[in-house]
């Protein structure tokens, strides 16, 4: 970076076979490290010296270390500027382990809302039931079950089939019930997920604005590293709902003791802050022609799909 960008080539032109990272257009012949094809630019450096072809701690280029490597990189890219001029496109692509990062980030962001929401919902439905059924058995067996009980009780073969339908312990009849009881509780998990889902759904516009840009074979894959190593500030939003809810408690609107503004405010700081970073890395790392324009669009109707799930949640929720 910091010598002069002809130095490194020999004539000042490109004299092997030297496809652009970006699309793949062969660069030889060219004087200027520059692709006419897809217009990315690059600096001599970038294009020849095999010192920065490895990462110095990318996870996609360190499997000898995997849980180092995946630490530095979340860590890493929770500094947008500094890591996306670390990347560059010329690094080799690990397409099995990009994914593999970029899985490990979202399967449990996507799962806190639900397991937030929803499963501390029923786990604490599950425990007040086991209660109730030890209180019954209690009664029926020391004969203090009063009339009404007793009515009840004749039309079930046993009692334990009576308390499995009056008083469900089982996982999935109680999540069931809880759904349909608990609409709020619903809503809460549809708020937090439409915000996980944001780089799925980036990725899909992406992918879809990238086959209309005319004549240039990109490689999709340099996108889905943008969009992978962004979504740690997403997985990060869970710790920081979890904690809101003990800290700003609002026991009244949700039984998951969270306020419904906090957890949308959450939910936009979060949006905002991916969608920044990611902006960084379409002008850093993406270089393509109108790589800004493309990575803005994709924003908005992110922001688009994000806010009709939250109006529809909001209107079902009611
Ligand atoms: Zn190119």
Redesign the pocket.
Known sequence: MINGPIETSPSGTITDDTP??????N?RGLSEPN??????RFTWNEIFDPTRRIHSYLFEHHPERNIHSFVRTFLGALRPTRFWKSLHPNQPLCVRRLWLYFLLILIPTIGFPIVFTLGSEVALKIVDNMEKREDFKLRHASGRLDRFDLMILRRYPSVDAYLDKSLPTNPATVSQRVMEHNRSLLQAVCTLGAVTFAPIFTLIVFLIFKSTLSK?R?NGNHIVRTVAYNSGILFIMGPIVGACSYLFPDRFRYSVNIDYDLLMLVGVAALLIFSASLLIASVRYLR?NRAFAVAFSTQVVVYLIVGNIWLIAEIWGR
């Open positions: 652009c990272p970006i699309c793949g257009y660069m692709c006419p094809e897809c217009g990315s240039a990109l393509f």
